[in-house]
């Protein structure tokens, strides 16, 4: 229980899936519900694997590279920095415009990059997960258990997120064209200043010299 709401409350609020919803509608607008649905299950599967292979085995990859943790927070918030920037910067007229018709293997292939990583799992998230990886001792059985409430709780933070981003029309409809456009402007400039904190925390964390 520990593991599970430890990692459920540091995750849940990073990940934000109901805040990158309007995000995930603008990259899907125009698309069949159906490949919607297999868009945001892909999402949603990505993310899972991505943030237990962060837990589990993300520190010792950082170690056989010679990365440091700032270096990850660094280079993963100039990419969010971006993302957030060109869609707070992105013309009205660009929103309402209705998308060209495109094959759904190529829709598909954004299922990881940048649906994935880094809007759903990014660089806070994975610089979190594997702070708690590297502080967990695998070995006794205790240990093993808060691991594995620790996995639980990844898996329902990504089930979230395919409940969110496969029913995003849905849950912004309510809110009309005008709605949708401000908070899809709002939850852009969150993720510019996600980008922005986690460079502050990246170069914070980097050693004095």
Not at 55 to 84: E, M, N, R, W
Request: aromatic share 10%; charged share 10%; hydrophobic share 55%.
């Amino acid at each position: 229980m520990h593991g599970f709401l430890f990692v459920a409350l540091a995750l849940f609020p990073i990940v934000n899936p109901l805040g990158m919803a309007p995000i995930f509608l603008e990259y899907t607008d125009g698309l069949d519900d159906s490949i919607t649905a297999r868009l945001a299950r892909r999402v949603a599967i990505n993310s899972f694997v991505l943030a237990v292979a962060s837990l589990i085995i993300g520190p010792y990859i950082l170690k056989f590279f010679g990365l440091s943790l700032p270096a990850v927070q660094i280079a993963g918030a100039v990419v969010i920095a971006y993302a957030g920037w060109r869609l707070l910067n992105q013309g009205q007229e660009e929103f309402q415009r209705p998308a060209p018709a495109v094959a759904s293997e190529t829709i598909l292939t954004r299922a990881f990059y940048p649906l994935t990583l880094p809007f759903t799992i990014g660089p806070g998230s994975i610089a979190v997960l594997v702070a708690l990886g590297g502080d967990a001792p695998y070995g006794g059985t205790a240990e093993i258990i808060e691991t594995a409430g620790a996995v639980v709780a990844i898996a329902v933070v990504c089930l979230t997120v395919y409940f969110c981003y496969s029913r995003a029309e849905r849950i912004l409809k309510r809110l009309g064209p005008s709605g949708v456009n401000v908070l899809l402007r709002l939850s852009a400039f969150i993720l510019l200043c996600i980008g922005i904190q986690v460079a502050i925390e990246g170069f914070r964390a980097l050693p004095a010299r």
